[in-house]
């Protein structure tokens, strides 16, 4: 076995290669809609996805995941979770890029570092997904959340945003310490960097229990503020509000994706002999972030905050699928949970791309699109558009034929199938939540369709865009009638990542 098997770690050379590239040509770019610098951006990110693509679909028939890097211990691994979520990472930021360019251009924000930096923000996302070892989350961590602080704060002249930026480099440095902290005390306690050798020591009884208690909870408590969940989601309304909303669009959508990669990565298949302790944690994050995500939401006026919280929401159903362990052996409880937890963050990503897509291109020079009364009358201003947000706004509430129903349906399949009375009233808890969390979703609807329009300026956009939201709108419907083949590819990459 090569120990530096470098075609493993291939899409992430050929992205980082790539961001410098990008950052360099822009130098000499000289049309100030930056087309050269755009289209070299996405032509790089289609060549790394088509990349992951070929890896997953070989993985997919092979037996075990690749390594890499390795003295003792492998420090990066490729397996069909890991790729499956890198697919639909840069699948997203390329979505996110063709929904952001008409944006970013009318506020001065197009330029090459922000290309440069959210393709680097990317490769942190894709090091967390491959990672083995300690040392490279946090190192994809780091590079992730250094390039988003910097994105955030790229409107220098912009109040809001800098203070956004502020609150979230404050915050992210101190959850960042929580998890380095915690990951520290693992080490100590089992003398290894190694998620494997984490694993081993655990199962083995060579432990201090006292300590990998302590650990486990800094380490839960970093990665609950990564997804934003209770009691760890201060950041999450200021900065969605504060942030300009492209960059709202990017912190939204793949760096969740890596948050849950990492999630699986260490307490799953390294810490997965304490399941009982983080267990019981992610249940109380879960009914939190439940009941303070759909209750604030409520009383929200600027469609951000309030998609903010409606995320504080999501992420907390999607919990509920890591809630059900690898029992006595038994896999199946802990593979259906895991599954229908993927399901349900890829299609909340796809829908949040969507939900403030369509906030981009009603924005223009001088006006932000960011109050829910701006949304008034927009049935009558443009039909389609309303159309696809009240698609958006089903699949949120969970209502039928939209994605966003199947998703929850699949986690609440995964706790009422353990046949164990907790998870089903955990179950019942969850569905009386999400009923009060309709609520405010079909408030927007009732906004765009009853209420009459404040302005009458024509919505104009690029066709590229309004395409993508038009292709992006019938993937959230189309998933919902046909859940199969993606379900199917969630399954069988978690199938594989529990029997490793």
């Not at 990008?22 to 996405?42: G, I």
């Not at 924000?109 to 997904?129: I, Y």
């Not at 302790?277 to 905050?305: E, F």
């Not at 981009?360 to 109050?371: H, I, N, P, T, Y």
Request: aromatic residues 10%.
């Amino acid at each position: 076995m090569n120990p530096m098997n470098w075609l493993v770690v291939q899409p992430e050379i050929v992205l980082l290669v790539m961001a410098c590239v990008v950052a360099l040509v822009d130098l000499f770019v000289k049309d100030e809609l930056r087309r050269p610098t755009f289209w070299l951006a996405q032509l790089s990110l289609a060549v790394v996805a088509f990349m992951q693509a070929d890896q997953l679909s070989t993985m997919m028939q092979a037996s075990e995941a690749q390594t890499s890097m390795y003295g003792m211990q492998a420090m990066v691994v490729a397996d069909p979770m890991g790729r499956l979520l890198a697919v639909c990472a840069t699948l997203t930021l390329m979505a996110t890029l063709a929904y952001a360019q008409p944006y970013i251009g009318s506020r001065e924000m197009l330029k090459g570092e922000f290309f440069s930096l959210s393709m680097f923000s990317l490769l942190g996302v894709l090091v967390m997904l491959s990672a083995n070892n300690f040392l490279v989350v946090y190192l994809g961590l780091e590079l992730m959340t250094l390039s988003l602080y910097a994105l955030v704060a790229l409107r220098r002249d912009h109040a809001v945003s800098t203070e956004a930026a502020m609150k979230y480099f404050v915050l992210g440095a101190l959850a960042s310490g929580f998890l380095l902290y915690g990951l520290s005390m693992i080490y100590g306690a089992t003398g290894t960097l190694d998620i494997g050798g984490v694993f081993d020591a655990i199962q083995s009884g060579m432990r201090n229990p006292e300590v990998l208690t302590f650990g486990l909870v800094f380490i839960v408590a970093g990665l609950a503020f990564k997804l934003g969940v209770v009691p760890f989601h201060m950041w999450v309304p200021d900065v969605y509000q504060g942030a300009p909303t492209a960059v709202t669009l990017l912190i939204a959508g793949a760096p969740k994706l890596a948050a849950f990669g990492i999630t699986i990565r260490l307490l799953h298949e390294g810490m997965n002999g304490l399941a009982r302790d983080w267990q019981q944690m992610l249940i109380v994050l879960a009914v939190a972030s439940l009941v303070i995500g759909n209750l604030a939401a409520i009383a929200q006026t600027n469609l951000k905050r309030l998609l903010a919280y409606s995320t504080i929401a999501q992420l907390g159903f999607m919990l509920l699928g890591l809630t059900p362990t690898v029992i006595g052996g038994n896999t199946v409880s802990a593979a259906n949970g895991y599954s229908s937890a993927l399901f349900y963050l890829i299609t909340y990503v796809l829908t949040t791309l969507a939900s403030f897509g369509i906030i981009l291109l009603l924005s223009r020079q001088g006006f932000e699109a960011e109050e829910i009364n701006d949304l008034a009358g927009l049935g009558k201003r443009s039909p389609w558009m309303a159309g696809v947000m009240l698609i958006v706004m089903f699949s949120l509430a969970g209502i039928p034929p939209t994605v966003g129903f199947y998703a929850k349906l699949a986690v609440l399949q995964s706790l009422i199938t353990t046949n164990d009375p907790a998870y089903i009233t955990l179950a019942v808890v969850a569905v009386l939540l999400s009923l009060i969390g309709a609520f405010y979703y079909l408030r927007v609807v009732k906004v765009m369709y009853f209420d009459e329009p404040t302005e009458s300026v024509q919505i104009t956009g690029p066709a590229g865009a309004r395409a993508l939201l038009a292709v992006n709108g019938a993937a959230v419907l189309v998933l919902g009638l046909l859940p199969s083949g993606l379900m199917g590819l969630c399954r069988d990459a978690i199938v594989r990542a529990l029997a490793t």
